[in-house]
């Protein structure tokens, strides 16, 4: 009874048509919500934590339960803070390996072409320009990053629901 009811759930997990059906409500929520998204998805994995070290207590385990408890708290209580220090790390990180690859770089782009030195830059440049940008202007950055991740992920749930439709699952007889 319970393997019929994991397989009836897996089935519907793995469909095209559902997972399309997801990442349209995930894509129009990332668009709309913007870092607001981030907000309400730090307080659902904050209150999930403190829901399941509550769990972790009732069933005796006091180490998981303390810990998963004191986690849920904490990104609740620091989670933009958590999220500004991330995206500060990350900027600074993309700077840093920018600047490694224009250094790296630079010995063997003697004797090329202009075009040839342009193209090479230009990784290590747009690299560096989105560090420089997650470190002055980060939600500003984190917006238009969410309403990109926002409409591939309206794009990609559409593709697979055209997919179901156009190409329907073969029967296992």
Do not use: H
Not at 112 to 140: C, D, Y
Request: with cysteine; glycine share 8%.
């Amino acid at each position: 009874m319970a393997n019929t009811t994991n397989n009836n759930l897996s089935s519907v997990l793995n469909s095209p048509l559902i997972m399309g059906i997801a990442l349209i409500i995930i894509g129009v929520l990332f668009c709309a919500l913007q870092a607001g998204f981030v907000s309400i998805l730090l307080t659902v994995v904050g209150v999930v934590l403190i829901i399941l070290g509550a769990l972790a207590l009732v069933g005796r385990n006091w180490a998981l339960g303390l810990i998963e408890i004191a986690i849920g708290v904490i990104i609740i209580a620091c989670g933009w803070t958590i999220v500004d220090i991330t995206l500060l790390i990350l900027g600074i990180v993309f700077i840093a390996y920018a600047i490694y690859q224009i250094i790296i770089s630079v010995p063997l782009l003697k004797n090329k072409k202009p075009s040839q030195i342009a193209i090479a830059l230009l990784n290590p440049i747009f690299t560096l320009a989105l560090g420089i940008i997650l470190v002055v202007a980060k939600w500003q950055m984190i917006d238009v990053i969410f309403i990109v991740i926002g409409a591939l992920a309206i794009v990609a749930g559409i593709m697979m629901i055209v997919r179901s439709f156009a190409a329907p699952e073969k029967s296992s007889n």
